[in-house]
């Protein structure tokens, strides 16, 4: 393409021209358009007139079909009703116990074991590393909608260059802890203020290789959360109060 971000948030003054994909020929006449066509309604924000707009110019080239109301994207499931929204992962959480051959295990009530020392493990790195890096992979997915995995998942996170065996029973504790919570997931409230909430909280110096503190972060949109994030400080605080 011929800008240098497909997200703009301004509006074009040029003509924009768009470079067909390698292996593409031919097509139907118009095709390139309704890829611009697409950009614009992004650009503009989903507002009703463009979405009308993109629409007309649809039902002149092509037949579409309308899927009705969302339920089902990219492994998040939707519910829906007038006074909320509800984002969860049951599916996708299921295919992870299923491949990890724990769907007839015990549940475990907590995602991972409180004074870990997993940084510490000195065993030799398991056989497979693949299988390590798939599962972390895949739990890495689910934090779009499980706030509670956010630090679990950082510290498993840390491993995948060389798993070893005590990271690798730490991750199927993780896959346990989800057979017990397979259906839990993050709720938009319809009618809350916009009035922005942050929770925050740190543990200082708790890697014992580098002595840097975890600060970890939720931030609610009335009553709704809408980010949330583990990450290891940039430097060594001196203090607790210093780490917060």
Known sequence: MDVPNAFLHVDLEEEVYMRPPPGFHGGRPGMIRVLVYVDDLIISGNNSSAISAFKKYLGECFHMKDLG????????????????????????????????????????????????????????PIADLEMYRRLVYRLIYLCFTRPDLAYTIHILAHFMQQPRQEHWDA??????????????????????????????????????????SLTGWLVF?????????????????????EAV
């Open 221 to 241: 949109l009335g009553r709704s959360p809408i980010s949330w994030k583990t990450m290891k400080q940039q430097i060594v605080s001196k203090s607790s109060a």
């Open 69 to 124: 109301v969302l339920k089902y994207f990219l492994g998040i499931e939707v519910a829906r009703s007038p006074e909320r929204i509800f984002l969860c992962q049951r599916k996708y959480t299921l295919d992870i116990i299923l491949e990890a051959g724990l769907l007839g295990s015990r549940p475990k009530g907590f995602p991972i074991e409180q004074n870990h020392t997993l940084a510490l493990a000195k065993v030799e």
């Open 171 to 212: 991750a199927l504790r993780t896959v346990r802890y989800l057979k017990g919570s397979l259906s839990q997931g993050i709720r938009l409230i319809a009618d809350s203020d916009l009035t922005l909430t942050e929770w925050c909280d740190s543990d200082w110096a708790s890697c014992p290789l580098t002595r840097r």
